[in-house]
C-alpha cells in the first residue's frame, strides 16, 4: 500500500484520482485537475474543495474473471464466419 503523500511535498498528475485526507479529518476519493481538489457528490456532479493536507494513489482495480455471458459473447464473436 502507498504511503501518505503531504500536498506541501508534491501533488498528483493532472486529473488523476486519489485517495485523500482533509484538515476536518476526513478521508475520500477525489479528483485533482488544474490545481483543484474536486469531489463527486450524490448527483454525480464535480464539487470544488480545499482542506487536503495528504493524499494517495488509488490502487489498481481488482481483476475480475469473465463472468459467462461474457465468454458466450467472446465465443460467438471468434466462431462467427
Excluded: C
Excluded at 8 to 20: C, N
Excluded at 34 to 39: F, I, M, P, S
Amino acid at each position: 500500500m502507498s504511503e501518505w503523500i503531504s500536498v506541501k511535498d508534491r501533488l498528483p498528475e493532472h486529473a488523476q484520482m486519489a485517495l485523500v485526507y482533509v484538515e476536518w479529518e476526513r478521508m475520500f476519493d477525489a479528483w485533482y485537475a488544474n490545481d483543484v481538489w474536486y469531489e463527486s457528490n450524490k448527483d454525480s456532479k464535480m464539487m470544488e474543495f480545499d482542506g487536503v493536507t495528504h493524499w494517495m494513489p488509488l490502487p489498481d482495480p481488482p481483476i475480475m474473471p469473465p463472468t459467462d455471458a461474457q465468454i458466450e459473447t467472446i465465443l460467438a464473436t471468434m466462431l462467427a464466419p
